[in-house]
């Protein structure tokens, strides 16, 4: 393709696209450079409460993005009273009604979501002040932007360790003012738990970039780095031969001295350490700012908790907290791992072990006496977990433990199956398991090994096998050969998106010839196995979007091979660009993605952060391109990172079993009422198209999902080039992976210029025979039709405050 610096383009033949454009000298640039830096005043919302963006901003958005509910089960059981049958929307002795508990039971999910990032982050703040003191500058790359969800929630900017604790007491204040609402005879009102539930997911936001900023500068995380190492992942990596420490959660402090003890006892290259969960991403990112090649590896996600643990590979287990498995301490007990729990939240009601001797709590755990302790005291928890592990390992090795069946066991298990279907209907995933047993007693594991990948890891069926059969086990060894091969590769969470890359990319997001940002986050409870959050990062890096991902969707986006036997993060950059695949970090980074979008408005278009964050948010809604994706959401802290996505007018996609949360935001796009806005100019009013049309919603397959993205990106400000790169993107998936052309392509249109370049002339028909515009052939020129026009000077916002002349 040649390069362009003015005009128009055009491309014959477009089959698979890929669209790059680097520079984009207009107006719009100009004006936003001119502008330069207005004096700072903040916004109307310094500090918010739980009403403070009710009126403004969030009925505003839920008149637009309905709340649709999906109860999950037709009672109530919060007090006495109860339980209620809310039945046919009833009204429990209270007087709540059906649609206002599920509101509430929404609502409480998100805040307990909110919870889990604050205190995690409040956690490491007191911790880490003890340990480096109030005054360690935050450090956490090259920008000045430092932390946009605390400058907007509170005004401030702090920039040391210190400077942050406001903040983190405005969050927890917070949430106890949110906490009282769930009680019986608060709130009753659905709409209004709405809102509430959205102000929780904008202090979500807060609390999870406290926990990340304060963790990259003490620990030397990459510090947006588009280069962050790669690290390896999977259970095929591990070194059977070494002593091998799991550490399972998502709170690094104590991991910490777990790794500098190894480091001083020369020990990284003599034992395995690995995580499941945000833990592993937190402890490979650990002291990675200068690069060095990572010693420690990342296992996998949540749903690879039980199997790693029924693999009878790990010597020792430490857990810490969160999306941490209830049956740790029974499962390795079986297997003699030694669990040590290292985070008060998580106990297992253990003996404490906090106050006693190291030597003494080796030799009771090493000799089976306790199956586990708790270990509070991160200087011994260090320094125990790595002497156990080194222990243990021969201890183990010298047992004969096997923890998978032997070849005899595993057909005996087999032939025992009486194919009753208990397990099928069990399971989460509804997995065919009599189907897979009825095949390997014919010798055929295939259909085993492919459960694998799809299986959770719950057990939920062994518990209902009236034959005892350890169902997991039987998956876990016809797949024996694949588990080996699960060999990828990640790159290390990477940290905010900086000022130069907001700078780098701010006008083309804005204009729309940046496609959008795709940001692939969230859990493992995928529909049909891990591979599908690869395909659609593929697809979208593909076609030139910005793709930033986090947690366990970052992690199994490193699983998979091209032919060449390259994992993604080889084949793409790392940089917040075009066509980059930016692995963020751990699940609280996700407060980067939404600061990148904060940052375009903040730094591209100088808009005003502090106290402000329905001018942002309203900002990105109409400008910032961009659409997330939780694929395998399972917790309750996926829904109050989706929810804080909400408020700040970024959208959405989750997989099927999020209808589980029983509370979707989508819009009618045939109520025409719904899609105006003023325009800031003038305050009058000005009819938009329908995009995006759900903030919150569930796609059934990957191949749905990846149309519904694309459009989803679609912003009300495109300019020409832009909205057509978009359509066309949209338009192909659409073809690709439904088969069909969107049939609402055309509600998109504001003259020719938005029409995608290659298929222009026949879309051009296509307008004026199914949809009566009026076409000058000459010119190729739309004459009549589209309702609504390009203005490129139009000032889209929902806020009428905004407006001049308001
Ligand atoms: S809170 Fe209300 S609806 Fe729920 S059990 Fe009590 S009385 Fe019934
Ligand atoms: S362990 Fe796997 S197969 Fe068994 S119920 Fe859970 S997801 Fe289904
Ligand atoms: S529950 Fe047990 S016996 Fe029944 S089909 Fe499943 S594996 Fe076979």
Redo the contacts with the bound molecule.
Sequence with gaps: MSKLTTGSFSIEDLESVQITINNIVGAAKEAAEEKGKELVKAGPTLLPGLESYRDDWNFKLLDRYEPVITPMCD??????????D?SGNK??????DMMG?NGREFFLRVITGTACHAAHGRHLLDHLIETFGEDLPLNLGQSNVLTPNITISTGLSPKTLGEVKPAMEYVEDQLTQLLATVH??QESAEIDYDSKALFSGSLDHVGMEISDIVQVTAYDFPRADPEAPLVEIGMGTIDKSKPFLCVIGHNVAGVTYMMDYMEDNNLTDKMEIAGLCCTAIDLTRYKEADRRPPYAKVIGSMAKELKVIRSGMPDVIVVDEQCVRGDIVPEAQKLMIPVIASNPKIMYGLPNRTDADVDETIEELKSGKIPGCVMLDYDKLGELCIRLTMEMGPIRDASGITAIPTDEEFKNWVTKCADCGACMIACPEELDIPEAMEFAKEGDYSYLEKLHDQCIGCRRCEQVCKKEIPILNIIEKASQKQISEEKGLMRAGRGQVSDAEIRAEGLNLVMGTTPGIIAIIGCPNYPEGTKDVYYIAEEFLKRNFIVVTTGCGAMDIGMFKDEDGKTLYERFPGGFECGGLANIGSCVSNAHITGAAEKVAAIFAQRTLEGNLAEIADYILNRVGACGLAWGAFSQKASSIGTGCNILGIPAVLGPHSSKYRRALIAKTYEEDKWKVYDARNGQEMAIPPAPEFLLTTAETWQEAIPMMAKACIRVSDNSMGRSIKLTHWMELHRKYLGAEPEDWWKFVRNEADLPLATREALLKKLETEHGWEIDWKRRKVISGPKIKFDVSAQPTNLKRLCKEA
Excluded: M
């Excluded at 009204?91 to 709540?96: D, H, K, L, P």
């Design positions: 009672q109530c059981c919060y007090c006495t009273y109860g339980p209620c809310l009204r429990g002795a209270c007087g709540i508990h019986a005879g």
